[in-house]
């Protein structure tokens, strides 16, 4: 990272630029925006497409042009990402999932500003995905999230939406405004059927559940953590099996797959499986 010597041009040459040419002046909160700004697009440089070794070249100047650069080329082909999966998207009457793409996005791109505060994301994000955000800002979080819908959206369409709809109303009648991730409330009833060896159009009795449970109890008993690694393993063996040509896919899956399995570990311990394994 650049002294404060060498960033304080920078940041007076994007002063400059929004405040035009008849002032520099601008508050102190304005300021720390603008130094946050040059210091995101450093970042990008710093971590982004451009190799590190180039990077470490440039000075500070160099380094946030090439940064906002990245920012711009980020946000255009996040736009494109967005509109080429439009059509296909689906948000199974979930009304947080549908309000950001459906509303959120086209307010993202047009208000992000890139230029003067490309660390800014300004959505919410309140729909639960499997990634972990917290070390992102701006382009690099939204753009994340979008990915991670679309990685989401891609298994659900294995389903059906009429499948998906269905366990889901079978999880909560209320359903559409549940701040869940649909993703994990398919997996989890997935993952029941495939344990019992029933299909996924075969209702699961309660004496399948019974069976179940008692067998994830005794697992957890005898090996500390076991039955969660036996959920784990055949899961994966699911996901390698029907997303074989979708690495991305089964990736996601997987960083979601830990807490389904807690899920329904916790579930069979206090005789509520039927709460995870709904259908």
Not at 101 to 108: C, I, K, N
Not at 145 to 154: D, G, L, W
Not at 157 to 183: H, M, S, W
Not at 233 to 252: G, K
Request: aromatic content about 12%; hydrophobic content about 40%.
């Amino acid at each position: 990272m650049y002294d404060m010597n060498e960033l304080l041009p920078v940041v007076a040459m994007l002063t400059k630029k929004y405040t035009g040419i008849e002032s520099s002046s601008v508050s102190y909160e304005k300021a720390n925006q603008l130094m946050e700004a040059v210091l995101y697009c450093i970042r990008e440089t710093e971590t982004g497409g451009e190799s590190l070794m180039a990077a470490c070249k440039q000075n500070a100047m160099q380094a946030y042009k090439t940064g906002a650069q990245l920012v711009r080329r980020k946000t255009e082909e996040l736009l494109s990402f967005y509109e080429c999966h439009k059509k296909e998207f689906r948000a199974y009457g979930n009304v947080y999932l549908a309000a950001f793409w459906d509303e959120g996005m086209p307010a993202f791109f047009q208000h992000y500003d890139e230029q003067f505060e490309p660390q800014n994301a300004i959505l919410t994000l309140d729909y639960p995905i499997f990634t972990d955000l917290t070390q992102y800002q701006g382009i690099d979080r939204v753009d994340l999230y979008v990915r991670s819908i679309a990685e989401e959206q891609r298994f659900l369409a294995k389903f059906g939406e009429t499948y998906v709809r269905k366990v889901l109303q079978a999880y909560c009648a209320d359903y559409a405004e549940l701040p869940e991730n649909i993703a994990a409330i398919v997996f989890g009833n997935v993952i029941g059927h495939v344990l019992t060896g029933r299909k996924l159009t075969e209702r699961l009795s309660e004496t399948d559940l019974q069976k179940l449970s008692a067998q994830c109890v005794l697992c957890e008993k005898e090996t500390n953590g076991g039955f969660r690694e036996q959920v784990g393993e055949i899961a994966a063996a699911f996901l390698e099996q029907h997303f074989a040509d979708a690495e991305s896919t089964r990736q996601y899956m997987m960083i979601g797959l830990p807490d389904i399995c807690t899920r329904i570990a916790t579930a069979s311990s206090y005789g509520n499986l039927d709460k995870v394994i709904v259908l």
